[in-house]
């Protein structure tokens, strides 16, 4: 871990995140003093550039600092990522010479929280389609109506991403915007009590004639898959920055396993710790091994994002491929270093029994394991014929 990493998150401030990440769960609250530190630190404007005020990281380091970041409390480092994804958006886009966006940029310097309103129930076509509906108001705003689920950061947000379809013209068209907590035509259900993830609080939000003014409508895109860049760098953040998660909560499950290990002993073998158990080490090396075959892909994918590598059609196949595999493999490992720590991780209030409820939330966002293999499976072998 590189030394502006560890300035910027420091290990007595993931301490701090970490004892405060029980209590959160415990009384399914929304992370607060967590947010107030994050921000003082500098570390929602991480991807605006130093001339704006930021740090003016890549995505490669601020997937190093989610990772970190999710190894002291992961429901944080979730939330937090949707504020990141539409800062690494505007980046993104920046880089490759699009600034529609840079106000997004100067915005979260200024102190302004992001949050992302697009999942809506039903609507297994995410990005290239949309439930909710999209109507025109002749200035070039729109009026957005409909319901959407797993908006993060429901207690904190100032600015929500949203986007609708708009039917009134002869080929209807995908319409993103933003709107601010001031804007009228909106209600935050209080319905986030879930088996994990707690302090994310993901509530649903139902957009009811919400408007979005023309200079934060953004983009006009037609229904079903297109190329633009838009799209591509929503997936790129989307997936990376929710595969930097569940590495750290895997490395962090991992490091428990270890400890645990160290300090448990066995009456049958004479008093040692079960870190001198055959069956035990064999578990942990299992577990070890997964964890590090993660790492380097999590890097790459990011460093080649930065870097404006052209990987073509296979772009987002690797970037389905990381987050699935990310999310799948801190299962594997938290499961593995549940059956070595003993009954006691069984306990409420145990981090261990906390990270396993916590990782089950992996296999519902997107894209999920069904899409990502379809996804894969077509950029190999091509699509299933008629």
């Excluded at 609080?201 to 079903?224: C, W």
């Excluded at 064999?282 to 994918?301: C, F, H, K, T």
């Amino acid at each position: 871990m590189s030394v502006e990493l560890k300035e910027l998150l420091p290990d007595e401030l993931l301490e701090r995140f970490r004892d405060r990440a029980r209590g959160y769960d415990e009384r399914n609250e929304f992370f607060h003093e967590d947010l107030a530190e994050l921000k003082s630190a500098g570390y929602l404007a991480m991807f605006a550039s130093t001339d704006d005020g930021g740090l003016g990281f890549g995505l490669e380091k601020v997937a190093a600092a989610q990772r970190r970041l999710a190894t002291a409390a992961p429901a944080t480092a979730l939330a937090i990522n949707m504020h990141l994804v539409w800062t690494g958006v505007a980046h993104l886009l920046a880089v490759r010479g699009d600034d529609s966006l840079h106000y997004v940029l100067t915005e979260a310097v200024a102190g302004e929280v992001f949050a992302f309103g697009n999942s809506e129930a039903g609507n297994d076509q995410v990005l290239f389609d949309s439930n909710t509906v999209a109507v025109p108001l002749g200035d070039g705003g729109y009026s957005f109506t409909g319901t959407k689920i797993f908006t993060s950061l429901s207690p904190a947000w100032t600015r929500l991403g949203i986007f609708g379809k708009d039917s009134t013209a002869e080929e209807p068209v995908l319409v993103h915007g933003f709107i601010t907590r001031e804007t009228p035509g909106y209600t935050i259900k209080d319905d986030w009590n879930t088996l994990g993830m707690r302090a994310s609080q993901s509530n649903t939000t139902v957009l009811d004639g919400a408007v979005a003014p023309a200079e934060r409508v953004f983009r006009k895109l037609p229904v079903g898959p297109n190329a633009d860049p838009l799209i591509f760098a929503i997936f790129a953040c989307f997936e990376t920055l929710l595969a930097a998660v569940y590495t750290g909560l895997g490395e962090r499950a991992l490091q428990i396993g270890v400890a645990t290990v160290h300090k448990r002993t066995s009456k049958k073998n004479g008093g040692k710790s079960y870190a001198q158990d055959p069956d035990i080490r064999w578990r942990i090396a299992d577990a070890a091994m997964a964890m590090e075959g993660l790492y380097p892909q999590l890097e790459s994918v990011a460093r080649d994002v930065d870097q404006l590598v052209d990987h073509g059609g296979m772009w987002f196949p690797k970037l389905v491929g990381l987050k699935v595999r990310a999310t799948e493999t801190a299962r594997t490992v938290v499961d593995l270093i549940i059956r070595v720590s003993g009954g006691g991780s069984y306990f409420a209030g145990n981090e261990l029994g906390r990270l396993y409820r916590d990782v089950l939330a992996g296999m519902f966002q997107p894209s999920d394991d069904e899409s990502a293999h379809s996804t894969i499976a077509n950029a190999w072998l091509g699509p299933i014929e008629p």
